[in-house]
């Protein structure tokens, strides 16, 4: 049989078809295209399969069993686990060839940086639990009736997921240390600008303080004001008293949307505007602006969010995007344009935007005529 008689095995025996070949056979074209179809379709589900390994990665514990230097050998790890010998081999095959772990010639299995990434209580296990946690996996798997319904299916009514959050005794604070993960990059690049004719840095919804301690550290002469939801507040409150900063920030309980902003020269919103509708933010900028403008000169407003990229472009505020349809009422990424538009209808304008870390982008905004 040749690749004429249409013998799938074998054409894909004999490798790819010159593009020419291709074109001349409409049949091996239309054929050749149903496999890379079928290749594309296997490579977008087969995010699932490995998201799920990572799960159960994360569930064995493998990360710290292997520690920072240790290196064993599949049956030692299973033993450790109270595993199946067999299938501990096979699944740390699959973990080596996604890069979470090493091998050497005996056979024995280390940390890549990414396996190391997972050890427990770190931002990335953190991110693994909640996006594998019930209410997490919930949302995406109501997307479509999300989408018929207009909000996301699993909320109900309710205005945000933040009180299923708190709910679950353990996904707050995972939360928590996830965000905390996300923020660090876009922390060390903003603690890196100046602040010399800056007296006060306000963060809302600030989440535990990552944000705000970073600049405050960097920049001694600095006051910080945090405001959050109550049970963030308090973990936020506990970990800036922990680095020494008690003294210099205050940590505000309040719904950040309420219509009114702490007094700042520097105000901070950090992936907070996507998490809601256009006429919601507008309450909150409206609230920035007026803080903003009774102020010292110069004032401003950073805001931090991924954007919305170009249509037909895949990149990590794609999918940002279905998680806030799916779990956000009116919540959305959006593009530089949307925000500029977002800004100016609070009295705002963009002033300066920049690249930060981790895909995020600043938007710097001044009050009107400031
Ligand atoms: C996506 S997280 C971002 C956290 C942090 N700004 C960062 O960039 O890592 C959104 C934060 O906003 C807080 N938040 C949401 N709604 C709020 C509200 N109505 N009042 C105060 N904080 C709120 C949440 O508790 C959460 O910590």
Known sequence: MTANDHDVPALLMQGPVPAGEIAASPFDAALWQAIRTQEAIQKMTGGDIRLKALKAFVALNIAAILGDDDHLTSGEIADICKADAALMARFLYAMHAYGVVTTDEDGRYGLTPLGQALQPGSAMWAALGVITSPLWQQAGDSLADTIRAGHPAILGGAATPYPLVTREPD????????????????????AARDYSDVRTVADLGGGDGTLLATILTAHPHLNGILVERADVAARADLRLTEQGLAGRVQVITRDIFDDVCPSADRIIVSSVLHNRDDSTNVTLLRAIRYALEHARPRAQLWCVEMLLPEAGIHTSGTDLDLRMMAMFPGGQERTLRQYQALLASAGLNLIEGGLLPGNHTLMIAAPDGA
């Open 171 to 190: 996904l707050g604070p995972m939360f928590d240390v996830f965000m905390s993960g996300r923020t660090a990059g876009p922390a060390a690049a903003l």
